[in-house]
C-alpha cells in the first residue's frame, strides 16, 4: 500500500522528510512489528479478562503484562516516531503513525488507546501551547514517560459539545481553578505513566453559551516544578471506572475536577478558543479511531482464517476426492466470508493510509495551493475514514465470528473479544451519525462541491485505466457506475442544502457509505493495476503477493463495489417517510 497504492516514495523525496529514507521506515516497521506480535498482541487477552481496576484509593490498576509491554515501548521510543525532533521525536511522515498504529492496535486495542491518547496531547500542545509548555510537557510526552487524555464529555454534554459545563475561574497568576465532572475519559487515571497531561474543556466567567465559549485547559495529575520534578498532586481524582462491553483493559473513568478547592490548570491556545483549537486536532483523531476498525478486522480475520483451515466438517461439494471430512475453507459460503473480510482489509488500509498522506503532504507539499488542496481532500476523507472503517469493523469482527460457527460464541475461543472491542469506535471521537452530517453538511460544499468532483473525476479517471486489461473490464464498468450514482446523491443533496436540510440529513449515513465504497473502489483500482505490474521495492516479483492482490481487488470490485448504487435510493429518499409516524406510532 505505502509503495504501489498511495505514492509514499513521492512523499519521501520531498524537502519536509529530507532526512527520513525508506529504509530507515522500513527497519523501523520491522522492528515494531516483532514487537507488537511478541510483547504486545499476547497481553490482549489479559486486558479483556482482568481489565483496569480502581482502587479504593481512586487510583488505577492496569493488568501487568499491560505494564510490562508499555515500559518496553517507552523505552524503544516509538511513540516519538512521528513528532518534531526538537522534542525528540523522530521526524517520520503521519502515514508512518498510522502503519505503526495498525500494529499496535491489532495487537492490543485497549493498551493502544493510551498513547493514541497522548498523541492527541501532543498534539494540542504543540499547535497552541505556549513555548514554555512546549518545553515542560513535549519531551516526556513523546518518549512516553507521562500520558495524556481528552477531556470533553460530561453527562449533558456527548454529541452536544456545546453544553460543556465545567468551569474555570482564573485565580491571578495565569493559572486557572477548574472544577467540575468529566465521564467517559480514556485513560484517565491509571498506572502506566509517572504523570497524566489532561487537556479539558471548560468554561471561564462571562463567556458566551454552546461552542464559542469554550476554551482549553491543560491540568496534570501532578503539577511539574520548573527543574521539570513532579510537584504536588493536583485536585483531579477518578471516582469511578465505567463497566463496559469490551477493551476492558482501558481504563473509562469518571473524573472530578475541584472536589478539594480547584485543580490548576493553565489555557492552552486564547480564552474561547477551545473548540476552534480542538477542530485543528480531530482530523488525527477521528483517523486514529478509523485505523481502529481496519485492525481489529485484521486480527480477527487472521484468526478466522486460521480456525478456517483447522476445523473440519462436511465435504467441500465439488472439491471432495477422499470422502472425509474437508476443512470449512473448502466450503463456498465460508469462502465467501474470507474474501469478503480480506477485500474490505485492503480497501479500508487503502483508504486510510490516503487519508494519512493528504494529511502530510498538506504540510509538505512545496506550492500554498497545493498543500491547501491536500487539505480539502484529507477533510473531505476524514468522516469517510473514521465512520465507513468502523462500520465495518464491527461487521468484518462478526464475520470473523461466524466462522467460528458456535465456537464464535464461546469466550475462550477469543475472537468474541474482538467482536465486542470493535463496538465502541462507531461511538467515540463522534459517533458515525455526526460523522454523516459532517460529510453532507460541511464537506459537501467545500469549494463549491468541486472537492467532491474532482473525487469522483479522479475515480473515474482510474476506471478509463481498468479497460486497458481484460481481466478488468467488470470492475471497469461497476466503477463507472459507482462514480455515476455517486454524482446524482451529490447533486440531489447539494439543491437541497438550503430549503431542505433535513432530507439532507436523512440521507447522510447511507451517502457517507455510497461515497465511501466509491473511494474505496478507486483505491482498489490502483491496487488492481499495480498488481497487473512489475512490482517495485518490497513487492517486486512476489507473484502470489500480486496474485492475491489482484483476487482481492477484482473481489471488491465485481462483488463489493455494486453494492454501493444499491443506495442511491436511501440517499435521495427524503425525510418524508422518516418522519411519518410519531414515536408512538413507531412503538
Ligand atoms: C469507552 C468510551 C471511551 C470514551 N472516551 C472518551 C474520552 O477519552 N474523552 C471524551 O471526552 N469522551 C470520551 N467518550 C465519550 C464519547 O465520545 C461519547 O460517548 C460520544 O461522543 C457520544 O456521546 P453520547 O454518549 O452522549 O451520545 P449522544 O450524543 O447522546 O448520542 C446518542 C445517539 O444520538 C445520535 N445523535 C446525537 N446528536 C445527534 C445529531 N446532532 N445528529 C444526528 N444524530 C445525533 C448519536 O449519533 C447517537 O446515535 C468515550 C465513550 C466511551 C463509551
Known amino acids: 500500500v505505502l509503495d504501489e497504492v498511495v505514492g509514499f516514495g513521492e512523499l519521501l523525496a520531498t524537502e519536509a522528510f529530507a532526512s527520513v529514507d525508506r529504509e530507515s521506515v522500513d527497519a523501523v516497521l ?4 516483532r514487537f507488537m506480535a511478541d510483547v504486545v498482541a499476547p497481553s490482549n487477552v ?3 479478562r482482568v481489565g483496569s481496576v480502581r482502587n479504593p484509593d481512586g487510583s488505577v490498576t492496569t493488568p501487568e503484562s499491560f505494564r510490562a509491554a508499555y515500559t518496553q515501548y517507552v523505552k524503544g521510543g516509538y511513540g516519538a516516531i512521528p513528532f518534531d525532533p526538537a522534542f525528540g521525536g523522530g521526524g517520520f511522515p503521519w502515514v508512518t503513525a498510522i502503519a505503526i498504529a495498525e500494529m499496535f492496535t491489532a495487537a492490543n486495542m485497549a493498551l493502544s488507546l493510551c498513547p493514541m491518547l497522548t498523541q492527541g496531547a501532543i498534539e494540542a500542545i504543540t499547535g497552541h501551547g505556549t513555548e514554555e509548555q512546549q518545553a515542560m510537557y513535549l519531551p516526556r510526552l513523546l518518549n512516553g514517560e507521562w500520558a495524556g487524555t481528552m ?8 454529541s452536544d459539545v ?4 465545567t468551569k474555570a475561574e482564573p485565580v491571578g497568576d495565569g493559572s486557572w481553578r477548574i472544577s467540575g465532572q468529566k465521564i467517559f475519559i480514556t485513560y484517565g487515571e491509571h498506572d502506566l505513566a509517572e504523570n497524566i497531561i489532561h487537556l479539558v474543556l471548560a468554561r471561564t466567567p462571562g463567556s458566551p453559551p454552546g461552542t464559542k465559549g469554550i476554551s482549553m485547559f491543560l491540568v496534570p495529575k501532578f503539577l511539574v516544578n520548573p527543574d521539570g520534578s513532579l510537584g504536588e498532586r493536583n485536585d483531579v481524582h477518578c471516582v469511578s471506572l465505567e463497566h463496559k462491553l469490551g477493551i476492558h483493559g482501558s481504563p473509562t473513568c469518571v473524573l472530578s475536577y475541584g472536589e478539594h478547592g480547584g485543580a490548576i490548570g493553565w489555557l492552552v491556545g486564547g480564552e474561547q478558543e477551545g473548540m476552534r483549537n480542538m477542530f485543528t486536532m480531530m482530523n488525527n483523531a477521528r483517523l486514529s479511531v478509523g485505523l481502529q476498525g481496519l485492525a481489529i478486522s485484521v486480527r480477527a480475520y487472521q484468526q478466522a482464517l486460521s480456525f478456517a483451515q483447522e476445523r473440519r466438517q462436511g465435504k467441500a461439494v465439488g472439491l471432495n476426492q477422499s470422502g472425509e471430512q474437508d476443512p470449512i475453507i473448502g466450503h463456498s459460503d465460508v469462502r465467501r466470508m474470507l474474501l469478503t473480510q480480506r477485500a474490505w482489509i485492503d480497501a479500508m488500509r487503502a483508504l486510510l493510509y490516503e487519508n494519512a498522506m493528504a494529511l502530510d503532504w498538506t504540510d509538505a507539499a512545496p506550492d500554498a495551493d497545493e498543500r491547501a488542496r491536500w487539505r480539502e481532500r484529507g477533510d473531505l476523507l476524514i468522516p469517510l475514514s473514521k465512520a465507513l472503517c468502523t462500520d465495518l469493523g ?3 469482527t462478526s464475520l470473523a465470528l461466524q466462522v467460528h460457527g458456535g465456537m464464535g460464541y ?12 470493535a463496538r465502541i469506535a462507531a461511538i467515540y471521537e463522534g459517533t458515525n451519525g455526526i460523522q454523516a452530517g459532517d460529510l453532507v453538511g460541511r464537506k459537501l460544499g467545500m469549494r463549491g462541491g468541486a472537492v467532491i468532483t474532482d473525487e469522483l473525476d479522479a475515480i473515474a479517471a482510474q476506471g478509463q485505466r481498468l479497460q486497458e486489461h481484460q481481466e478488468l473490464q467488470a470492475f471497469a464498468k461497476n466503477l463507472d457506475t459507482a462514480v455515476d450514482a ?18 439532507v440529513l436523512a440521507g447522510a449515513s447511507p451517502y457517507l457509505r455510497l461515497l465511501g465504497t466509491t473511494v474505496c473502489g478507486g483505491l482498489m483500482a490502483r491496487q488492481a493495476l499495480a498488481a497487473t505490474g512489475p512490482g517495485s521495492g518490497r513487492t517486486a516479483g512476489g507473484a502470489a503477493f500480486r496474485a492475491a492482490k489482484l483476487v482481492s481487488a477484482r473481489f471488491f470490485g465485481e462483488q463489493i463495489l455494486p453494492t454501493a448504487p444499491g443506495l442511491l435510493a436511501s440517499v435521495t429518499g427524503g425525510a418524508e417517510l422518516l418522519d411519518a409516524l410519531t414515536p408512538g406510532q413507531l412503538a
Open 30 to 33: 520491522d522492528e515494531i512489528g
Open 46 to 48: 489479559d486486558g479483556d
Open 151 to 158: 477531556n470533553l464529555t460530561e453527562p449533558q454534554a456527548g
Open 162 to 165: 456545546g453544553a460543556v459545563r
Open 394 to 396: 464491527n461487521e468484518l
Open 410 to 421: 464461546i469466550e475462550e475461543t477469543g475472537v468474541a473479544q474482538h467482536y465486542r472491542d
Open 486 to 503: 455517486a454524482r446524482e446523491a451529490t447533486e440531489w443533496l447539494a439543491e437541497r442544502s438550503r430549503q431542505d436540510p433535513r432530507s
